[in-house]
């Protein structure tokens, strides 16, 4: 039909157009301007607890100009602004350039002081490459008596390298300066901030600058999760065990019950009928008495796993990039919309076969069996966090946008055959 060829069509060019803006590289002519993008900041140890990045008494422009983002960048708590930084392709500043002078009051430096005890990590962007760094430095001492002092990064040395006009790797670091003791000021203070910047060439290409910037910021501890999946596993098997040996206990008395030979059975044996696991033979063809139910179960699941296939299937032909932020959560929203199809068809022949009759009550419970419940979540989810300013809170803008991707995918479109 004529709906199934337009997603089809929908689908190759949003892969083709996806596929061409990975492959485009940014080119910069000697001394172009380098923007980079402030971006969020929060603890080291959540890191799904973000904030925005102008939200610390930090130096801003006076007129804070946000970043365009992409669908995939907002539901990943991304809100890019430009910053005050003046930084020239293969220009090198040694000298500490002076970029505000920020003048910090008691309420600022009670919020610097949370920040850095709470390990806050900062995340820069420049020509679509994250660049990580912390706020402060905490010291802590001896047990008893109980000491700990907060410092505060007041400069920072950003290090490139290039190949060409293009920048391969971009990182932050606070070398080239002490911090300063927040512990042995008295508000109100002024606060310098400064910065220098290094430029490098290098040999590596642009399509394989992916390679070195697998960032290592964040820990992973692999030999945990490794420990919890062997644990697992062995429960797994031991319950699986225990199982299969009751089960084989019992079917074992009941082969011995029916194979007794006739010459050994007598009449009142016969007359006991079915007996154990065998009394369940009338049940295995029995319609369940949930049917739209176990339809639209069945319906939606198969929708997620066409999902997870179109991504894999993706990601082997290598259209994400660690480089295009949130890449792997568009296209998540994208094929969800897509298989909206996918979840109907499913259901609805599953539903036809079972012999189900309420045809409108299964299109209902299909289309909303996933998003009802999901919605209920998210709702108290995105309003605790835009209570507590995150950005991990969904602007109204992308929720009506997304709200119009649901409504669209669940349209009836055509004649509908109903069961």
Sequence with gaps: TLVPNMSLIVAFVLVVSSYLLLIESAKFDEKADIKVFVNKVGPYFNPHETYHYYSLPVCRPDEVKHKSLTLGEVLDGDRMAESMYEIKFKETVNEPKVLCKFSVKESDLK??????????????????????????????TRFLPHRHRTYLWTHLLFSFLYNDNNIITANVSTRGKAPVNLDDVQAPFE?????TVQWAPTDVKYADRAKLSKSAFFQKSLEIHWLSIVNSIVLVILLLGFVVIILMRVLKNDFARYNVSDESSSEDDLDHGDYGWKIVHSDVFRFPPYKSLLASVLGVGSQFLSIAFGIILMAFVGLFSIHRHGSINTAAVLLYALTSCVAGFVSSQFYRQIGGEKWAWNIILTASLFSVPFF????????????????????????????????????????????
Excluded: C, H
């Design 111 to 140: 919020k610097l002081k949370e920040a850095i005890e709470e390990l806050y990590y900062f995340e820069f962007v420049v020509d679509d490459l994250p660049m990580r760094g912390f706020i402060g430095r905490l010291d802590e």
């Design 191 to 195: 606060i310098t901030y400064t910065y």
């Design 376 to 419: 209920l979540v998210w709702s108290i989810v995105n309003s605790v966090a835009w209570y507590q300013g995150s950005t991990q809170a969904l602007p109204y803008t992308t929720v009506i946008l997304l709200f119009l991707v649901w409504l669209i995918s669940k349209q009836k479109r055509g004649r509908f055959s109903y069961p």
